[in-house]
């Protein structure tokens, strides 16, 4: 999401400055105003979601790590909570 945000914003900062180059007269700062083509040319920003199966492929040690301490953490307390007290 980030590197497409930062493309984005990108891509999104060079048209303006492109149009503040070739619409502007020298020396005129504040009296600039972008035109409605400006606006309509820019395309709203998309981001599609990764699949489910792609995220979970990049986590798998950790999703293996996390089910076997889970696990570990299940024996340890079934064992120590089983023991008769003396």
């Known amino acids: ?13 060079r048209k303006m400055n492109m149009d503040y180059r070739d619409h502007s ?9 972008a035109g409605i083509d ?9 981001f599609i979601l990764p699949n ?11 999703i293996l790590s996390l089910i076997l301490w889970v696990c570990f953490s299940v024996i340890l ?3 120590f909570t089983s023991k008769p007290v003396s």
Do not use: C, H, M, P
């Open 1 to 13: 999401f980030q590197a497409e945000a930062e493309d984005y914003r990108r891509n999104l900062v």
């Open 52 to 62: 489910t199966l792609v995220t979970v492929k990049q986590y798998v040690y950790e």
């Open 77 to 79: 307390i079934n064992y």
């Open 25 to 33: 007269k020298t020396g005129e700062f504040y009296e600039y105003r």
């Open 38 to 46: 400006l606006w309509r040319s820019l395309k709203d920003f998309e």
